[in-house]
T-cell receptor, first 110, second 112 residues
Framework: KNEVEQSPQNLTAQEGEFITINCSYSVGISALHWLQQHPGGGIVSLFM???GKKKHGRLIATINIQEKHSSLHITASHPRDSAVYIC????????????FGTGTSLTVIP | NAGVTQTPKFQVLKTGQSMTLQCAQD?????MSWYRQDPGMGLRLIHYSVGAGITDQGEVPNGYNVSRSTTEDFPLRLLSAAPSQTSVYFC???????????FGSGTRLTVV
C-alpha cells in the first residue's frame, strides 16, 4: 500500500466549478507539498504545508495533521488549471525525502 | 534564466550502455535530488544530496550513481542501462530541502 494516497485519480470539471483534491498519508511527516505538472511535463511547486492553511490566488491548500489529510482546492476553475496535481509527503526523520502520491489528473472544460 | 537545467531532454540507449544525465542549478541551492516518473507509480526518489560532497540513497537507488563535487552540479549516472530504467527523470533543487523546490524540465530516457 502506498504511504501517500490521492483521490480522485481523474477529475473532469466545468469551467467555474470549485474543485477539491484529497491527499491522505499513513506516516509521520514534517511537511507536505503540492506540485503541479503541466501537460508538457514541467513540474511546479505550489505549496509547502506543515500546519493550517495557505492560499495563493485561486488555490487553497489545507492540512490536518491529526487526521493525516490534506486538500487542495481550486476556486473558479479555468481550463488553464488542467494539469496533474501531485501530493508529496516529507517523512519525519528522513532527511527531507519526498514520498509522492500518484497524482490527480484534472481537466477543466470550457 | 535562473533555474534547474537538465540535459539531454531525450535519450535512447541500448541495454548495457552507460550514460550520465546532467543537472545544474544556478540558485546556490544546497539540496538537490533525482526522481524517476513511471506511469501508474508516480515520482520516486532515486538519490539526493544535502550539499557538496554529500549524497544519499532514496527509494530506488539501484543501478544509479551520483556525485556532488560542486554546489551547482548533480549528475546521475546509469552504469549499465536496462529496459526497466526506461522512464522520465527529473532533477530538483531547494535551498534547504524543506521548501522552494525548483524542478528541471525532465529527461525522457528509453532503453531498448
Amino acid at each position: 500500500k502506498n504511504e501517500v494516497e490521492q483521490s480522485p485519480q481523474n477529475l473532469t470539471a466545468q469551467e467555474g466549478e470549485f474543485i477539491t483534491i484529497n491527499c491522505s498519508y499513513s506516516v509521520g511527516i514534517s511537511a507536505l507539498h503540492w506540485l503541479q505538472q503541466h501537460p508538457g511535463g514541467g513540474i511546479v511547486s505550489l505549496f509547502m504545508l506543515s500546519s493550517g492553511k495557505k492560499k495563493h490566488g485561486r488555490l487553497i491548500a489545507t492540512i490536518n495533521i491529526q487526521e493525516k489529510h490534506s486538500s487542495l482546492h481550486i476556486t473558479a476553475s479555468h481550463p488553464r488549471d488542467s494539469a496533474v496535481y501531485i501530493c508529496a509527503a516529507v517523512k519525519s526523520n528522513t532527511g527531507n525525502q519526498f514520498y509522492f502520491g500518484t497524482g490527480t489528473s484534472l481537466t477543466v472544460i470550457p | 534564466n535562473a533555474g534547474v537545467t537538465q540535459t539531454p531532454k531525450f535519450q535512447v540507449l541500448k541495454t548495457g550502455q552507460s550514460m550520465t544525465l546532467q543537472c545544474a542549478q544556478d540558485m546556490n541551492h544546497e539540496y538537490m535530488s533525482w526522481y524517476r516518473q513511471d506511469p501508474g507509480m508516480g515520482l520516486r526518489l532515486i538519490h539526493y544530496s544535502v550539499g557538496a560532497g554529500i549524497t544519499d540513497q532514496g527509494e530506488v537507488p539501484n543501478g544509479y550513481n551520483v556525485s556532488r563535487s560542486t554546489t551547482e552540479d548533480f549528475p546521475l549516472r546509469l552504469l549499465s542501462a536496462a529496459p526497466s530504467q526506461t522512464s522520465v527523470y527529473f532533477c530538483a533543487s531547494s535551498p534547504t530541502g524543506n521548501y522552494g523546490y525548483t524542478f528541471g524540465s525532465g529527461t525522457r530516457l528509453t532503453v531498448v
